[in-house]
């Protein structure tokens, strides 16, 4: 696995950590505040030190999104659908309509759009501006996976 692919799997790790919360995260893992640190620091000494899978899914389990796993995804070319369809969710008159999905869809991407053009105007994307630019794709993206799961499941109807 190469450099750029060990960062991308750290820094989605600390997302999966920071959803679910420090204290929470030690608790569901039975590791230290210092041990899940560093699994996701890109530090030289830590470079080859990763979150055991049963770790990852303990944490995923109590997620919002499964940041670990659709980095893993990602990274081999795959791609994972995520959603509504999810064991244990919630269903019914709560879910949002195609409608609403695109309107959220819309905003996202003028966000997105947005965080660009103001990264853009020294000609410089900094590393923070990089980071920003970054969160707002996962979250088009997980837009994009709710708007695909609701059209899937309305085609089959």
């Given at each position: 696995?190469?450099?750029?692919?060990?960062?991308?799997?750290?820094?989605?790790?600390?997302?999966?950590?920071?959803?679910?919360?420090?204290?929470?995260?030690?608790?569901?893992?039975?590791?230290?505040?210092?041990?899940?640190?560093?699994?996701?620091?890109?530090?030289?000494?830590?470079?080859?030190?990763?979150?055991?899978?049963?770790?990852?899914?303990?944490?995923?389990?109590?997620?919002?999104?499964?940041?670990?796993?659709?980095?893993?995804?990602?990274?081999n070319?795959?791609?994972?659908?995520?959603?509504?369809?999810?064991?244990?969710?919630?269903?019914?008159?709560?879910?949002a309509?195609?409608?609403?999905?695109?309107?959220?869809?819309?905003?996202?991407?003028?966000?997105l759009?947005?965080?660009?053009?103001?990264?853009?105007?020294?000609?410089?994307?900094?590393?923070?501006?990089?980071?920003?630019?970054?969160?707002?794709?996962?979250?088009?993206?997980?837009?994009?996976?709710?708007?695909?799961?609701?059209?899937?499941?309305?085609?089959r109807?």
């Amino acid at each position: 696995m190469g450099d750029a692919a060990k960062g991308y799997l750290k820094r989605h790790t600390e997302r999966l950590i920071k959803d679910v919360g420090y204290a929470a995260a030690c608790e569901l893992t039975g590791r230290s505040k210092a041990t899940l640190g560093r699994y996701f620091s890109e530090a030289e000494e830590h470079a080859e030190r990763f979150m055991p899978v049963d770790a990852v899914a303990a944490l995923e389990a109590a997620s919002s999104f499964p940041h670990v796993t659709a980095a893993l995804a990602e990274l081999n070319g795959g791609q994972m659908s995520y959603g509504a369809d999810r064991r244990n969710s919630v269903r019914g008159e709560g879910e949002a309509g195609v409608n609403a999905n695109v309107i959220r869809l819309s905003q996202r991407f003028a966000i997105l759009m947005a965080e660009y053009h103001q990264s853009i105007e020294d000609g410089v994307i900094s590393v923070n501006e990089a980071r920003r630019l970054l969160e707002e794709t996962l979250e088009l993206q997980k837009v994009l996976v709710e708007m695909k799961l609701r059209l899937e499941a309305e085609s089959r109807s």
